[in-house]
Structure formats: structure tokens, C-alpha cells
């Protein structure tokens, strides 16, 4: 019974760790190096050229038009 209990407080320990880990970097915001800044600025790029071509994944769940097995 008793290391069924520390199982239980060492699984409790790492979720309170993992939850403190993601909420820390949640508030870190926006990159500060010129590097990660200009990875975010593509990746916005990216993003951007996607949803104005109509290439978002809630308009086509299944890929791009025609590029799954075609039916002859």
C-alpha cells in the first residue's frame, strides 16, 4: 500500500511539474533574439500564404485536392 502511494505522489510531482513547465513558457511571449525572430516572421509568412490559398486543414481535412490516390 505504501508504494502504491508513492507512485501516486511521484505521478502527482511530475504532472505539477510538467503543468509549471508549460505555463512558464506560455507567458514568455514573443522571442527576443533576431534569429527566433525572423523563424516566428516566416512562420507567420507561411501561415498566412496557406489560409489565402485555401490550403487550411479545416478546408481540406483530407489534403490538398487531388493528392490522394486517384480513381481511374
Known sequence: MGAFVALLAGIGAVSAWCAVVL???GRRGATDNADGLL?????RLRAQ????AGLDFR??????????????
Do not use: K, L, T
Not at 39 to 43: D, N, S
Not at 49 to 52: E, K, M
Open 23 to 25: 505555463i512558464r513558457r
Open 59 to 72: 478546408a481540406h481535412p483530407h489534403g490538398r485536392p487531388g493528392s490522394g490516390p486517384r480513381r481511374h
Open 49 to 52: 500564404q496557406s489560409r489565402s
Open 39 to 43: 523563424i516566428e516572421q516566416a512562420a
